[in-house]
């Protein structure tokens, strides 16, 4: 009698990460991330690039050549956690919204904390992007829903020190670039397609507060129903290496 050989046993794919949403009628989105993309720089008016430009200097950071940016940055890395942990102390958010495109391609907008390791940051902003959670929130408004008012939605963020909480950053989107040229620039790349994640670059910090905190809170606010969207973690250090 003959025997087959056996077959090689092909690996599975690896799982996509997943993201659930509810929205104002309960209802829940669930979202298989395909890919993720951080803007960068991406204020709306030159004063406020300027600014944070020069924030980021004050840590490090050149430069970019150009404006606004757009860095991709690994799928697994959009995450609704309560917990960020980090490798060192000079790790810090920024206050965002997030677009996100759920499976039948309705575009939905939720508040978002970009984690960065800014240490790492002054040697290559994409490498930063890629060592730290984007962090977003559970809760999600339909973008076509706040369109007419989308530049009164307000965003802001807190840091949190021996349980003190401060406020780090305040403004509006209005400030940024809106959601529309971001959709135009996925259509035009080709990844206006279910499972996308954009975040949508930062507003300025607030001066003289210490961003590299024990916890942070975002928060997305429209001030026309008074409904707020928030994302929250605490940022934990991990042990010392061996070796």
Known sequence: MTTQPTQPTQPSPPAQPSLTFELPDGSLQHVQVVQVLNAGYAGRGQEDVAAHVAELAELGVPAPSVTPALYPVSPYLAQQTGRVSVQHAR???????????????ELLLTAACDHTDRALEVHGVAWSKNAAPDVLATRAW???DVAPRLDDLTLRAWVTHDGTETEVQSGTLAELLPPAYWVEVLRERGDLVPGTVLISGTIPMAEGVDQFAERWRVEL???????????????????????
């Open 221 to 243: 606010g429209d001030p026309a129903t008074g409904e707020t969207i928030e994302c929250s973690y605490d940022v934990v250090p991990l042990p010392e290496p061996i070796g």
């Open 91 to 105: 790790t810090s958010g920024e206050a965002e919204w997030a677009l996100v495109v759920a499976a039948d391609g």
């Open 142 to 144: 339909r973008l076509a």
